[in-house]
């Protein structure tokens, strides 16, 4: 799949673990309320793992493929070529972009960067996209380093990077047009939309506050 810019607006990550309800009803919620990306990230205390995450995958893949959204998954580079995703999510820790990009037969490769030196290197490596933060203070994620606020997406911009930037991290409904403001094409978010008592509705006010950034 060939990623749009477009696409990154309102990126929705979220595995088992972060849903009060059923993941598939919380992903239905949201692609109903008008997410444009979705990230398949079983992590954490009670996750999946084996043939029961790839199950799990394979029925969120279908919903996404239905509503014609990216199907990403996280980290798990043999998953997402088992089951065809769209792309896969890479932190630091992972291997070079480009060697996931042969892996996963032309699809999306986005790449967790906190440092210009990383951005650059995740450029030259191949990437589709960057994500980067944590933006703000986030209970979701324990092992992000210190908050960031919005100054590499700003850097990133004032030295003419224009690949797609994607911010995450404590990044809520009144929040996140700042982050739209400093230079990121959209914003992930986790609990925001995941542990919404309405998540269509969430969805749709996230996507607005976006959209009335740009």
């Known amino acids: ?19 009060k309800r059923s993941i598939e009803e919380t992903l239905q919620a949201a692609i109903d309320g008008g997410i444009t990306m979705f990230q398949f990230r079983e992590k954490g205390k009670d996750a999946l793992a084996g043939s029961a995450k790839k199950e799990q995958a394979v029925r969120l893949q279908a919903l996404c493929r239905e509503a014609n959204i990216p199907f990403i998954v996280n980290d798990d580079i043999e998953l997402a070529v088992e089951i ?13 972009a480009s060697s996931v990009r042969g892996k996963i037969n032309g699809g999306i490769v986005g790449v967790s960067v906190h440092t210009m030196d990383e951005a650059k290197k995740a450029i030259a490596d191949g990437a589709d996209y960057v994500g980067t933060g944590p933006i703000y203070q986030t209970g979701t994620k324990t092992d992000t380093g210190p908050v960031a606020g919005t100054a ?9 990077l224009t690949i797609p930037i994607v ?38 006010e996230l996507k607005a506050a976006v959209e009335g950034s740009n």
């Open 167 to 204: 911010g995450i991290g404590g990044i809520t409904i009144d929040n996140a047009a700042p982050v739209i403001a400093a230079g990121a094409d959209g914003v992930s978010v986790i609990s925001t939309i995941s542990l919404a008592d309405d998540v269509k509705q969430a969805a749709v």
């Open 1 to 19: 799949m060939l990623m749009k810019r477009e696409q990154l607006a309102v990126y929705f990550i979220a595995g088992t673990p972060n849903c």
């Open 152 to 160: 590499l997406i700003k850097t990133m911009r004032a030295q003419n």
């Open 84 to 96: 065809g995703a769209d792309g896969v999510h890479i932190g630091q820790e992972d291997e070079a």
